[in-house]
């Protein structure tokens, strides 16, 4: 009776070890599963955030080289349009010299072009008459013949033009229709222009400031010219005058035989 008990109390104390080992077993199995679970779970989590911080960066790459080929492009644009202003520029300056030279070019070559063909019609014949250009007295007469005195000068030579008395600023006026051919500065009789009154006469007016023409202008008789400006030294003895000079083919003719 004993050793059936004995034997019965073995059984169930192996018994018991079997369950407590058993649930030790699933206890452990349990723990091991659960922080396997986790652990997934942990991996999973961190390899999705990897993911989503890899997503986002793309996108803020992606975005950063859009932005940079639109600022590029923008740059692009500005730069074509900064060229294309400076060409326009550049021909719009370009367009102006020409302009400007062609201009230039015309008014340089309008004054002998326009008094070789307006001088042609232009004529003077013997019988005309040259209107004074200024009132005044004769201070020293033209003669090619005989020599005169000339006071400032201290000396007689021969005179190839006419000097008439005028105050300075008094308006000298055009003696007859003409075409001014030249304007210039001569040391003996100051600042002075020629006009082609025709058929080889030319008129030369001197002792001039403030000349109101240019050369190539036409004039008629009686157009204001210029004003008497302040005699030469080679004049100062005599005083405020015009100087008038008439030629015919370039030789000297007395200016009184065709003053009316």
Request: hydrophobic share 35%; aromatic share 6%; glycine share 10%.
């Amino acid at each position: 009776m004993l050793k059936r008990n004995w034997k019965k109390v073995m059984r169930s104390r192996r018994t018991a070890w079997i369950l407590l080992v058993c649930l030790m077993a699933g206890a452990v199995s349990g723990t091991v599963y659960k922080n396997s679970r986790q652990g997934k779970d942990i991996k999973g989590e961190t390899q999705q955030a990897a993911a989503d911080e890899q997503d986002h960066l793309q996108a803020l790459g992606e975005a950063g080289a859009d932005a940079g080929e639109n600022t590029g492009g923008g740059e692009e644009e500005r730069s074509d349009q900064i060229q294309a202003d400076a060409k326009a520029g550049s021909d719009e300056e370009g367009a102006d010299g020409k302009d400007g030279d062609s201009k230039t070019e015309s008014k340089d070559n309008t004054a002998p072009v326009s008094a070789a063909i307006n001088a042609d019609n232009l004529h003077f014949l013997t019988e005309n008459e040259l209107e004074w250009p200024v009132q005044g007295e004769v201070l020293l007469e033209f003669n090619m013949d005989n020599t005169i005195y000339f006071p400032t000068l201290n000396q007689y030579k021969c005179s190839q033009a006419m000097v008439i008395q005028a105050e300075q600023g008094t308006p000298v006026c055009a003696p007859a229709e003409g075409i001014v051919l030249s304007i210039g500065m001569d040391e003996q009789i100051g600042n002075y222009l020629v006009l082609d009154i025709g058929d080889g006469y030319q008129v030369k007016l001197g002792q001039l400031k403030d000349i109101e023409v240019s050369e190539g202008d036409q004039v008629k008789e009686g157009d204001l010219l210029a004003y008497v400006a302040a005699p030469t030294k080679c004049y100062s003895v005599e005083g405020d005058n015009l100087y008038l000079e008439l030629t015919e083919d370039g030789t000297p003719v007395d200016p009184l035989d065709y003053l009316n």
